[in-house]
C-alpha cells in the first residue's frame, strides 16, 4: 500500500523498511494490536504493560506514533501525521462510543476514521496478526534448512549495525563454509549433501545461543549473527560449531568446516562491509588448512 499520507521530504528520515515494521509489530515487546488497544482504554493496562508501553515510548522516540497506527493498518504514517491522527482518532472513538452507549474498540475506530472521515486507507482490510506472522517468517526463512536466508541476514545484520551505531552495542559474525563439499557431494550424491545441510544447520542452532541468529548464506556457507558479542565470544562459539559439526559423519568421512569470525567497527557500517571482512577471515582458515576458525 503506497504511503500517500506522508508529507514530501519527510520519508526519508527514516531508514526502515515494511519488512522492519511487520517485524517490529510481530517482536514479543513490540505494539501489539492488544496492547495498543489497551493503551486506547479498550481495556484496563498491566503494570507489565504499562512499563513496556514506558520503555517503547522512550526507545523509539517521534516514531511511536507511527508504530501505534502501523500495528492497526500496516500503513506508514510520518511522526507528525501519526500524532496529530493519533488525537483526533481517540476523539473519534469517544464520540462513537457516546453514540452507539458501548465502547467503540480502537481498531473499529481507526479503520472508521480514517477510511471514511479521512480517505487516508483505503479498501482496509483486517488481518490476523498470526497470519502475517507466517507469510513475514516464510518469506525470511531458507527453503531447505529453515534458516534465516541471504536476503534476511543482509537486513538483520543492517539492524543490529544501527544499533551499534546509535548505541555502541557490539554485533559479531560468524562465516562458516563446510569444507570439501563439492567432494561430498560428488561421492554421495546431492540428497545426501542436502542432507548434510540440514544436519549443520540444526547443529549450528543448536550450538549457538537464543539471542543468535543464524542463516543460510547460499550453498555450503552458513552465516551467524551475535548480538552484544565481541570477536573472542563469537570465536569460542565458532570452535564449539566446529566441534560439534565433526560429529556429523557421510559416506566414511567426518564433516568439517571452517569458519571467519569479525566484529563491528567504525569501518563496517554496512553488512556488505561486515560481511566482506568475516569473509576475509574465512579465506585465511581455509587456506590454512581448512578445519579451523580465524578471527580478524
Known amino acids: 500500500m503506497p504511503d500517500s499520507s506522508v508529507p514530501n521530504g519527510t520519508r526519508g528520515l527514516h531508514d526502515e523498511t515494511d519488512t522492519d515494521r511487520l517485524r517490529g509489530i510481530l517482536a514479543l515487546d513490540a505494539l501489539s494490536v492488544g496492547l495498543v488497544s489497551a493503551l486506547a482504554g479498550d481495556r484496563p493496562l498491566t503494570e507489565a504493560e504499562e512499563s513496556s508501553l514506558s520503555k517503547l515510548k522512550e526507545g523509539r522516540g517521534e516514531l511511536f506514533f507511527p508504530d501505534l497506527l502501523y500495528a ?11 500524532k496529530k491522527l493519533w488525537e483526533e482518532i481517540l476523539r473519534h472513538k469517544y464520540e462513537m462510543s457516546k453514540a452507539l452507549n458501548r465502547n467503540a474498540q480502537i481498531v473499529v475506530a481507526t479503520l472508521d476514521y480514517l477510511a471514511n472521515l479521512k480517505s487516508a486507507v483505503h479498501l482496509p482490510t483486517l488481518v490476523n496478526e498470526n497470519h502475517i506472522a507466517a507469510i513475514v517468517n516464510q518469506s525470511m526463512r531458507d527453503g531447505l534448512t529453515g534458516l534465516f536466508n541471504h536476503t534476511s541476514c543482509h537486513e538483520l545484520i543492517n539492524l543490529e549495525l544501527k544499533r551499534y551505531a546509535r548505541h555502541g552495542t557490539v554485533v559479531s559474525l560468524i562465516f562458516t563454509d563446510i569444507d570439501d563439499f563439492k567432494v561430498i557431494n560428488d561421492e554421495c550424491g546431492h540428497q545426501e549433501g542436502d542432507h548434510l545441510l540440514k544436519e549443520l544447520a540444526a547443529t549450528i542452532e543448536h550450538t549457538t545461543r537464543d539471542s543468535d541468529m543464524c542463516c543460510r548464506y547460499g550453498g555450503e556457507e552458513f552465516a551467524v549473527i551475535l548480538p552484544l558479542t565481541n570477536a573472542r565470544a563469537a570465536a569460542e562459539i565458532a570452535e564449539r560449531m ?3 559439526a565433526m560429529q ?4 566414511g568421512r567426518t564433516l568439517t568446516v571452517s569458519s571467519g569470525v569479525a566484529s563491528c567497527s567504525e569501518t563496517t557500517t554496512t553488512a556488505h562491509a561486515l560481511v566482506e571482512v568475516a569473509d576475509r577471515a574465512l579465506y ?3 587456506h590454512g588448512g581448512k578445519n579451523r576458525v580465524v578471527v580478524v
Open 72 to 82: 492497526i493498518t500496516h500503513q506508514y504514517f510520518s511522526p507528525v501525521a501519526a
Open 242 to 244: 566446529r566441534l560439534e
Open 248 to 251: 556429523i559423519h557421510t559416506g
Open 284 to 286: 585465511q582458515a581455509k
